[in-house]
Protein backbone atom coordinates (compact mmCIF):
# COMPACT_ATOMS: atom_id res chain seq x y z
CA UNK A 1 0.00 0.00 0.00
CA UNK A 2 1.21 3.33 -1.21
CA UNK A 3 1.83 5.68 2.17
CA UNK A 4 -0.18 8.95 1.92
CA UNK A 5 1.96 11.90 2.18
CA UNK A 6 -0.15 15.03 0.52
CA UNK A 7 0.56 17.92 3.50
CA UNK A 8 -2.29 19.61 3.91
CA UNK A 9 -0.82 22.73 3.52
CA UNK A 10 -4.06 24.61 4.50
CA UNK A 11 -3.61 23.17 7.97
CA UNK A 12 -0.17 24.39 8.23
CA UNK A 13 0.09 27.26 10.65
CA UNK A 14 2.17 30.35 9.78
CA UNK A 15 0.00 32.94 11.38
CA UNK A 16 2.82 35.45 11.11
CA UNK A 17 1.85 35.95 7.35
CA UNK A 18 -1.83 36.81 8.29
CA UNK A 19 -2.67 40.34 6.99
CA UNK A 20 1.12 40.55 4.95
CA UNK A 21 0.99 41.17 0.84
CA UNK A 22 2.44 39.22 -1.41
CA UNK A 23 3.84 40.39 -5.27
CA UNK A 24 3.98 37.08 -7.44
CA UNK A 25 5.29 37.36 -10.81
CA UNK A 26 5.06 33.87 -13.19
CA UNK A 27 1.54 32.51 -11.56
CA UNK A 28 0.70 29.98 -13.85
CA UNK A 29 1.65 26.43 -12.62
CA UNK A 30 3.52 26.51 -9.67
CA UNK A 31 3.12 30.06 -8.48
CA UNK A 32 -0.53 29.33 -9.16
CA UNK A 33 -0.32 26.36 -5.67
CA UNK A 34 1.90 28.79 -3.90
CA UNK A 35 -0.91 31.58 -4.34
CA UNK A 36 -3.33 29.65 -2.54
CA UNK A 37 -1.28 28.62 0.16
CA UNK A 38 -0.23 31.95 0.82
CA UNK A 39 -4.10 33.10 0.86
CA UNK A 40 -5.19 30.58 2.99
CA UNK A 41 -2.46 31.86 5.85
CA UNK A 42 -4.08 35.50 5.70
CA UNK A 43 -1.52 37.33 2.87
CA UNK A 44 -3.24 38.89 0.55
CA UNK A 45 -2.16 38.88 -3.20
CA UNK A 46 -0.93 40.90 -6.07
CA UNK A 47 -0.38 38.60 -9.08
CA UNK A 48 1.75 40.27 -11.90
CA UNK A 49 1.55 38.61 -15.27
CA UNK A 50 3.56 39.45 -18.81
CA UNK A 51 0.32 37.45 -20.91
CA UNK A 52 -1.34 34.52 -18.59
CA UNK A 53 -4.22 37.09 -17.98
CA UNK A 54 -6.75 34.50 -17.42
CA UNK A 55 -4.82 32.38 -14.94
CA UNK A 56 -3.56 35.09 -13.07
CA UNK A 57 -7.66 36.44 -12.64
CA UNK A 58 -8.08 32.93 -11.69
CA UNK A 59 -5.64 33.77 -8.79
CA UNK A 60 -7.05 36.16 -7.60
CA UNK A 61 -10.56 34.91 -8.01
CA UNK A 62 -9.41 32.14 -5.69
CA UNK A 63 -7.67 34.56 -3.60
CA UNK A 64 -10.77 36.32 -2.80
CA UNK A 65 -13.19 33.58 -2.33
CA UNK A 66 -11.01 32.56 0.22
CA UNK A 67 -11.21 36.48 2.06
CA UNK A 68 -8.41 38.16 0.97
CA UNK A 69 -7.70 41.17 -0.95
CA UNK A 70 -6.38 40.31 -4.41
CA UNK A 71 -5.20 42.46 -7.66
CA UNK A 72 -3.70 41.17 -10.70
CA UNK A 73 -1.22 43.63 -12.71
CA UNK A 74 0.24 43.14 -16.12
CA UNK A 75 3.88 43.46 -16.46
CA UNK A 76 6.98 42.40 -18.61
CA UNK A 77 9.20 41.78 -15.50
CA UNK A 78 11.85 41.99 -17.71
CA UNK A 79 11.58 45.40 -18.54
CA UNK A 80 12.01 47.86 -15.44
CA UNK A 81 9.69 50.45 -17.19
CA UNK A 82 6.69 47.86 -17.25
CA UNK A 83 7.31 47.08 -13.46
CA UNK A 84 7.47 50.33 -12.40
CA UNK A 85 3.94 51.39 -13.86
CA UNK A 86 2.73 47.92 -12.68
CA UNK A 87 3.82 49.15 -8.69
CA UNK A 88 2.51 52.43 -9.59
CA UNK A 89 -0.49 50.64 -9.98
CA UNK A 90 -0.92 48.10 -7.05
CA UNK A 91 0.45 51.03 -4.95
CA UNK A 92 -3.18 52.37 -5.19
CA UNK A 93 -4.44 49.88 -3.21
CA UNK A 94 -1.76 47.78 -1.57
CA UNK A 95 0.70 50.59 1.16
CA UNK A 96 3.19 48.14 1.18
CA UNK A 97 4.86 44.63 0.26
CA UNK A 98 5.82 42.52 2.31
CA UNK A 99 7.06 39.17 0.07
CA UNK A 100 8.14 39.21 -3.25
CA UNK A 101 8.44 35.81 -5.32
CA UNK A 102 9.71 35.73 -8.53
CA UNK A 103 8.47 33.13 -9.82
CA UNK A 104 8.77 33.56 -13.75
CA UNK A 105 10.65 31.19 -15.47
CA UNK A 106 11.04 29.47 -19.23
CA UNK A 107 11.90 25.71 -19.58
CA UNK A 108 12.39 24.50 -22.97
CA UNK A 109 15.04 21.88 -24.26
CA UNK A 110 17.23 23.06 -27.27
CA UNK A 111 20.28 21.04 -29.00
CA UNK A 112 23.35 22.68 -28.41
CA UNK A 113 23.65 23.06 -31.80
CA UNK A 114 20.62 24.81 -32.65
CA UNK A 115 20.55 27.54 -30.05
CA UNK A 116 19.88 31.14 -30.88
CA UNK A 117 19.77 34.30 -29.57
CA UNK A 118 16.19 34.10 -28.95
CA UNK A 119 16.95 31.06 -26.53
CA UNK A 120 19.27 33.54 -24.72
CA UNK A 121 17.50 36.19 -25.01
CA UNK A 122 14.04 34.02 -23.17
CA UNK A 123 16.40 32.87 -20.59
CA UNK A 124 17.93 35.88 -19.61
CA UNK A 125 14.63 37.99 -19.58
CA UNK A 126 12.90 35.33 -17.66
CA UNK A 127 15.49 34.59 -14.77
CA UNK A 128 17.85 37.31 -15.01
CA UNK A 129 16.32 40.50 -15.17
CA UNK A 130 12.62 38.89 -14.48
CA UNK A 131 14.59 38.37 -11.06
CA UNK A 132 16.85 41.39 -10.89
CA UNK A 133 14.08 43.95 -12.05
CA UNK A 134 11.27 43.23 -10.09
CA UNK A 135 13.54 42.99 -6.45
CA UNK A 136 15.30 46.14 -7.09
CA UNK A 137 11.73 48.30 -8.26
CA UNK A 138 9.66 47.11 -5.73
CA UNK A 139 12.51 45.90 -2.62
CA UNK A 140 12.14 50.24 -1.52
CA UNK A 141 8.63 49.82 -0.65
CA UNK A 142 9.54 46.53 1.82
CA UNK A 143 9.48 47.21 5.16
CA UNK A 144 11.76 45.44 7.57
CA UNK A 145 11.50 41.89 8.14
CA UNK A 146 10.63 41.07 4.23
CA UNK A 147 11.21 38.35 2.47
CA UNK A 148 12.33 37.76 -1.74
CA UNK A 149 12.25 34.42 -3.03
CA UNK A 150 13.71 33.65 -6.28
CA UNK A 151 13.87 30.16 -8.58
CA UNK A 152 17.08 28.99 -9.16
CA UNK A 153 17.59 25.02 -10.29
CA UNK A 154 18.82 21.54 -8.90
CA UNK A 155 21.61 22.08 -11.44
CA UNK A 156 22.62 25.09 -9.70
CA UNK A 157 23.93 22.81 -6.58
CA UNK A 158 24.53 19.53 -8.46
CA UNK A 159 25.01 17.46 -12.08
CA UNK A 160 23.97 18.93 -15.58
CA UNK A 161 21.54 17.41 -18.08
CA UNK A 162 21.92 18.21 -21.16
CA UNK A 163 20.20 20.08 -24.24
CA UNK A 164 19.14 23.47 -21.69
CA UNK A 165 22.04 25.14 -21.61
CA UNK A 166 20.98 28.85 -21.91
CA UNK A 167 18.82 27.80 -19.18
CA UNK A 168 21.09 26.21 -16.55
CA UNK A 169 23.24 29.29 -16.99
CA UNK A 170 20.79 31.99 -16.72
CA UNK A 171 19.65 29.50 -13.49
CA UNK A 172 23.23 29.58 -12.27
CA UNK A 173 22.97 33.32 -12.47
CA UNK A 174 19.70 33.46 -10.16
CA UNK A 175 21.61 31.63 -7.57
CA UNK A 176 24.24 34.53 -7.55
CA UNK A 177 21.55 36.98 -8.40
CA UNK A 178 19.90 35.50 -4.86
CA UNK A 179 24.09 36.02 -2.77
CA UNK A 180 24.44 39.42 -4.19
CA UNK A 181 20.70 40.88 -3.46
CA UNK A 182 20.76 39.07 0.06
CA UNK A 183 24.14 41.63 0.46
CA UNK A 184 22.90 44.20 -0.73
CA UNK A 185 19.41 44.32 0.97
CA UNK A 186 20.22 43.12 4.16
CA UNK A 187 21.40 46.84 5.75
CA UNK A 188 17.35 47.39 4.95
CA UNK A 189 16.34 43.94 6.88
CA UNK A 190 14.92 42.33 3.76
CA UNK A 191 15.91 38.51 3.41
CA UNK A 192 16.72 36.91 0.31
CA UNK A 193 16.50 33.06 -0.22
CA UNK A 194 16.23 30.97 -3.20
CA UNK A 195 14.39 27.36 -3.78
CA UNK A 196 16.43 24.91 -6.64
CA UNK A 197 13.78 22.30 -7.55
CA UNK A 198 13.84 19.19 -9.07
CA UNK A 199 11.16 17.58 -10.57
CA UNK A 200 8.26 19.32 -9.49
CA UNK A 201 5.33 19.68 -12.26
CA UNK A 202 5.81 17.99 -16.03
CA UNK A 203 6.63 20.75 -18.14
CA UNK A 204 4.12 20.70 -21.01
CA UNK A 205 6.45 19.68 -23.83
CA UNK A 206 7.76 16.58 -21.49
CA UNK A 207 6.10 13.03 -22.45
CA UNK A 208 4.52 11.42 -19.26
CA UNK A 209 6.29 8.47 -19.46
CA UNK A 210 9.64 10.43 -20.01
CA UNK A 211 8.70 12.70 -16.79
CA UNK A 212 7.85 9.57 -14.91
CA UNK A 213 11.02 7.38 -15.64
CA UNK A 214 12.76 10.91 -15.04
CA UNK A 215 11.32 10.62 -11.40
CA UNK A 216 12.36 7.01 -10.69
CA UNK A 217 16.56 7.90 -11.83
CA UNK A 218 16.78 9.29 -7.73
CA UNK A 219 18.22 7.60 -5.35
CA UNK A 220 15.52 8.31 -2.89
CA UNK A 221 12.89 5.03 -3.48
CA UNK A 222 10.20 6.91 -2.00
CA UNK A 223 7.16 8.08 -4.59
CA UNK A 224 6.01 11.68 -5.03
CA UNK A 225 3.49 12.55 -7.15
CA UNK A 226 3.68 16.02 -9.29
CA UNK A 227 0.21 16.91 -7.21
CA UNK A 228 2.76 16.30 -3.27
CA UNK A 229 5.67 18.14 -5.44
CA UNK A 230 4.13 21.25 -5.78
CA UNK A 231 2.59 20.96 -2.26
CA UNK A 232 6.16 20.36 -0.93
CA UNK A 233 7.45 23.47 -2.54
CA UNK A 234 4.77 25.76 -1.34
CA UNK A 235 5.46 24.87 2.05
CA UNK A 236 8.83 25.77 1.52
CA UNK A 237 7.96 28.63 -0.49
CA UNK A 238 5.74 29.72 3.30
CA UNK A 239 8.62 28.74 5.43
CA UNK A 240 11.21 31.21 3.23
CA UNK A 241 8.89 34.04 4.25
CA UNK A 242 8.64 33.35 7.36
CA UNK A 243 12.12 32.30 8.46
CA UNK A 244 15.07 35.36 9.35
CA UNK A 245 18.07 33.34 10.23
CA UNK A 246 18.62 32.94 6.86
CA UNK A 247 19.63 34.72 3.75
CA UNK A 248 21.93 34.31 0.73
CA UNK A 249 21.17 30.72 0.97
CA UNK A 250 19.13 28.33 -1.98
CA UNK A 251 17.67 25.35 -1.07
CA UNK A 252 17.59 22.40 -2.64
CA UNK A 253 13.92 20.69 -3.07
CA UNK A 254 14.94 18.00 -5.93
CA UNK A 255 14.05 14.76 -4.47
CA UNK A 256 17.47 13.69 -4.37
CA UNK A 257 18.60 13.25 -7.65
CA UNK A 258 21.42 15.30 -6.74
CA UNK A 259 22.94 12.44 -4.53
Given at each position: MRRKTSLQIHNTPFKNLSGRTAWITGGKRI???????????????????????????????EAKSLGRKAMMVQADVSN??????????????????????????VFKSVPFEDITPADWRANIDAHILGTFWPSRIISPRMPRGSHIINVADRTT???????????????????????????????????????????????????????DAYRLRSRVK???????AVEQ???????????????????????????
Amino acid sequence: MRRKTSLQIHNTPFKNLSGRTAWITGGKRIGRAVARSLARQGVDLIVSYKSSQNEAAEIVKEAKSLGRKAMMVQADVSNPADVERALRQASKSFSKIDILLNLASVFKSVPFEDITPADWRANIDAHILGTFWPSRIISPRMPRGSHIINVADRTTLGRIFPKYLPYVATKHAVEGLTRALAVELAPKGIFVNAIAPGPILKPDDVLQKEWDAYRLRSRVKFPVSDKEAVEQFALLALYLCTVTLTSGNTYPLDQGHNL
